[in-house]
């Protein structure tokens, strides 16, 4: 059966996850986070893409991120990939892949979905019960999207400008959001939607609007039904 190739709607971002293969160790310490950052942040301008979102944890990464073309996202993550295997080999004196495959995204609709999406990478390590609360966790965007330090190569999607008129009011609500924590059927959505790479929301239908590069919903199950004459 044919792989899926990913979806791309021109304008929106997309969730991203990569997994250490067979739960490998992405990061021993850490230098290697740093450097992973490096080659995360170096690929940004070149291949024209807006990270909105970060995290590493120890054997899995998800970036919420958004490219100017179809090819702006695949582009960077094999480049930054690339780049941090072949360093992250030498300096560990080991060979072979380090990635679970290719990448997996999904789109989402930045209304319905963005900031659940912000939050969804802020807190992973929360879930996954590493720190007490998400700015704990120093490898993620989450102190900078809390106004606790600055970091020049995000860039905050405009739905995240909505949490407010200045930047302290956009960071306390944006507090207030993560302290709301995430409820079980919104978790399931996005992981859902992540694993399959189906759109996460719902768009209008807008015939003036750029194509998206394949079908956004599986198909209905079953045969399809007889019309009758």
Known sequence: MARLARLYVPGLPQLITQRG???????IDE?????????????????????HAYVLMPDHVHFLATGADERSIPNWMQRQGRRYVRWFNDRHRRTGT???????STVLEPSQ?????YRYVDTN?????????APYWPWS?????????????????????????????RQASYRRYLEQGAGKTELEAIRYAAHRGWLLGHLESDPSAPPPSRRMA???KGRPSKSKA
């Open 141 to 169: 965007s989450a102190r900078t999207h809390l106004g606790l330090e600055s970091d020049p190569h995000l860039t905050d999607h405009t739905q995240f400008w909505s949490l407010g008129n200045t930047p302290f009011e």
């Open 98 to 104: 380090l990635w679970e495959g290719r990448y997996r």
């Open 113 to 117: 979905w963005l900031l659940a999406s």
């Open 218 to 220: 599986p198909l209905p």
């Open 21 to 27: 293969n067979n739960r490998t160790a992405l990061f």
């Open 31 to 51: 230098t290697d986070y740093q450097q992973f950052l490096q080659c995360l942040r170096d690929g940004l301008k070149e291949c024209a893409v807006q990270l």
């Open 125 to 133: 390590p929360v879930r996954s019960g590493a720190v007490p609360e």
